[in-house]
């Protein structure tokens, strides 16, 4: 704790003797999506994992709410939270090749487009930092991504150099 010991032992005599080591706090998150673990969370962790919610930005926003219910319960702010929320992406040059990868990604999953789009965020460099800077002013701090792997990218990493090169950026400035 930082405190300083003198002591006069059988083998050894201290004077004003510390072992100050810096051991950082180790920072625990909590995925937590209802009522329940908001509370567990909001009494006990650093940072929050939202869980749930899709690409429905009212659904998210009514998480966010009932987080930040629970933190003012514990006695704590949402707003002093590490915030994250996964968003699964299909990233596309323009317009029409977004439209082709969401028919190719609903097809897929054996899904409906809207079904998709109730999950993913399938767009244009644009469309997806829109949905990013909503999330994050609803106070989202970090941001984790899962690429969809498409036909309309034959080379994964060329889809995550997208993101990362026109994405990120927008969602930053």
């Not at 002591?7 to 051991?23: D, I, N, P």
């Not at 460099?125 to 792997?149: C, K």
């Amino acid at each position: 704790r930082g405190e300083t010991v003198t002591v006069a032992g059988r083998y050894f005599t201290l004077e004003a003797a510390s072992l100050r080591t810096v051991v950082p706090p180790v920072p625990v998150w909590v995925a937590s999506g209802g009522p329940q673990m908001f509370d567990l969370t909001a009494r006990h962790a650093s940072g929050w994992n939202l869980a749930g919610g899709g690409t429905d930005l009212a659904a998210v926003k009514a998480k966010c709410d009932g987080f930040a219910e629970a933190c003012r319960a514990a006695g704590r702010r949402a707003q002093d939270f590490d915030v994250c929320k996964m968003t699964f992406v299909g990233v596309a040059a323009d317009a029409a090749d977004a439209a082709a990868m969401a028919d190719e990604l609903a097809t897929r999953s054996n899904v409906t487009p809207a079904a998709l789009a109730a999950r993913m965020v399938v767009g244009t460099p644009d469309e997806i930092a829109a949905h990013l800077r909503a999330l994050t002013a609803m106070g989202i701090t970090h941001h984790i991504f899962s690429v969809a792997e498409s036909a309309q990218w034959p080379d994964y990493w060329a889809a995550a150099e997208l993101l990362a090169r026109e994405v990120i950026p927008r969602v930053r400035a």
